[in-house]
């Protein structure tokens, strides 16, 4: 029997060897392409800090829908940090990382991402008009790749000059937080000025472009002297509201916000759709899209509740006075 050298046999079995090798490590690596989960992009125009509620009821909502982070999705997450001019930069960036579906939660940022994109999904969360904005055709057929959850604000933002005068009787002014760089803020300050004019009080709006005007402005109100401070819906406002609490306490003015999150804070009042609810269902659409939706064929939503908060012990420290009727329709009392 012809005897075959060890060197001679490892000659002949190496390409074979090392072919094989190859081909599994292609198919291994080819696997893991194909599973790859798919990326959702948060464009978001905050802080990590300010946006940390609304993140995890997002991402409690994706779970509630069987959707686990780092398993059947990634986040990619990008923040304006209150910057709007940063917008255009942050959605180039995400979109060249090819997501499967955008988030945004401001009209700007929403705009922007129509331009850099007509084709990668777009979902928006907390806007006011989406239709009147332009973001949308309308809100049961919205058109091309933008859909989301819109707040009403315009339906509801005359309430908190109602909310003033019943919690207020002698109020005769009210400051209005607004920012210029909001499209909605003008009409919104409309709805406001004209129901504070028709009940006799004088209305003025007081501009924040960035948090480093906030200081600026605050100072300006603190010389106006209001009876009220009133909050246009915003997301940079949202973000900031410990700051804004805590200026509205020190000047001993009862302030009214959009959001929940105001009150907790430390704010008088607070009347409008929760925004961690919309951000939880939210997840519902991002889930629908990954499974092969449309935007186009997505309605918008709009909240079907309105909760109204009141804070006692600022009431109290304010040295007011809630009328009882106002208290027994409260969805919630901080005491």
């Not at 991002?286 to 109204?308: C, H, R, Y």
Request: hydrophobic share 45%.
């Amino acid at each position: 029997m012809k005897q075959v050298r060890i060197s001679e046999f490892d000659f002949r079995i190496w390409p074979k060897l090392i072919l094989t090798v190859v081909a599994l490590i292609l198919l291994v690596a080819a696997s893991s392409w194909a599973q790859a989960p798919p990326r959702v992009a948060w464009m978001w125009s905050g802080t990590v800090e300010g946006t940390a509620t609304v993140r995890e009821a997002f991402l409690t909502g994706m779970r509630e829908n069987g959707m686990v982070e780092g398993m059947q999705y990634v986040l990619l997450e990008r923040y304006a940090e209150g910057k709007y001019d940063r917008f255009p930069a942050l959605a180039d960036e995400l979109v060249k990382r090819d997501p499967a579906v955008l988030m945004v939660n401001t009209i700007a940022a929403v705009r922007v991402v129509q331009q850099a994109t007509k084709v990668v999904p777009i979902v928006f969360v907390h806007v006011s008009d989406p239709v009147g904005s332009g973001l949308v055709a309308s809100l049961a057929r919205p058109g091309g790749n933008t859909t989301g959850l819109a707040n009403q604000a315009e339906d509801v933002i005359e309430k908190y000059v109602e909310l003033a005068r019943e919690a207020l009787p002698h109020t005769s002014r009210i400051a209005a937080l607004v920012n210029p760089s909001n499209p909605t803020h003008p009409k919104l300050f409309g709805l406001v000025s004209a129901s504070a004019s028709a009940a006799g009080i004088a209305a003025r709006a007081f501009e924040v472009r960035s948090p480093e005007e906030f200081e600026g402005t605050f100072g300006e109100i603190a010389r106006y002297r209001p009876d009220a401070l009133l909050g246009v819906p915003e997301a940079m406002f949202f973000d900031q509201r410990e700051r804004i609490c805590s200026f509205a306490a020190r000047q001993r003015i009862p302030a009214i916000f959009p959001q929940a999150d105001f009150v907790t804070s430390g704010c008088l009042m607070s009347y409008a759709s929760s925004r961690s609810g919309l951000h939880r269902r939210s997840a519902l659409f991002v889930k629908k899209i990954l499974a092969g939706a449309k935007p186009a064929d997505l309605p918008v939503e709009q909240p079907a509740k309105f909760d109204l908060l009141i804070n006692l012990k600022t009431a109290k420290a304010l040295g007011l006075t809630i009328p009882p009727s106002l208290l027994m329709r409260a969805d919630q009392v901080i005491e």
